[in-house]
């Protein structure tokens, strides 16, 4: 019986060490609720801004992924730092398609980055809305990010549409890769 009780303690161990904080941010509109919702395959359809947080735990390979979406309008964004401590991954999500707004979306990147609670902590973008036209390519946008100058982290930038899911399993499927045997 007490080997029996063992092993369960063990799985479950195991199991707690599989369970990542995962920080999705990213200006108002960028897609956060949508991708958050597509990961938990949930309906996409009726969305309406975050006022406060969403947290959700979505299942990936065999981890479990706390997923905190914090809203992204500017009178929110001086709180994300309060969500920082222990995170393993930041996800930020950018509207590929808001030209106007990329100056915006990279300086509060590139704040986020600096905050000691997400010191070498790897980052994932998504380059959100590739489905429109206007949409500038992952590539041109991870330039304009400056992401080649965050040498003491691992990050990717993934082109995807929150809508339809597509790129969205790519995205996931790096965390996976990278942060997972991270953490073991």
């Known amino acids: 019986l007490g080997n029996g009780l063992f092993s369960v303690v063990e799985r479950l161990k195991g199991a707690?060490?599989?369970?990542?904080?995962?920080?999705?941010?990213?200006?108002?509109?960028?897609?956060?609720t949508t991708l958050l919702k597509k990961l938990a395959s949930e309906d996409v359809r009726t969305i309406t801004p975050t006022q406060g947080f969403n947290v959700k735990s979505v299942a990936a390979s065999g981890m479990k992924l706390n997923v905190w979406d914090i809203g992204g309008q500017r009178k929110i964004r001086p709180f994300w730092k309060k969500y920082l401590e222990n995170t393993d991954l930041l996800i930020y999500v950018i509207d590929s398609a808001d030209k106007k707004r990329f100056e915006e979306t990279g300086l509060e990147l590139s704040e986020l980055v600096a905050e000691e609670d997400l010191k070498?902590?790897?980052v994932?973008?998504?380059?959100?809305?590739?489905?429109?036209?206007?949409?500038?390519?992952?590539?041109?946008?991870?330039?304009?990010?400056?992401?080649?100058?965050?040498?003491?982290?691992?990050?990717?930038?993934?082109?995807?549409?929150?809508?339809?899911?597509?790129?969205?399993?790519?995205?996931?499927?790096?965390?996976?890769?990278?942060?997972?045997?991270?953490?073991?």
């Not at 707690?16 to 956060?32: S, Y």
């Open 120 to 122: 070498g902590v790897p």
């Open 16 to 32: 707690t060490e599989r369970e990542l904080r995962i920080v999705l941010l990213g200006l108002d509109n960028a897609g956060k």
């Open 124 to 184: 994932l973008v998504f380059a959100n809305k590739q489905d429109l036209a206007i949409a500038s390519p992952a590539s041109e946008i991870a330039e304009g990010l400056n992401l080649h100058t965050y040498r003491d982290r691992q990050w990717q930038i993934q082109a995807c549409c929150a809508l339809s899911g597509e790129g969205v399993q790519d995205g996931m499927s790096w965390i996976c890769r990278n942060i997972a045997n991270k953490k073991k």
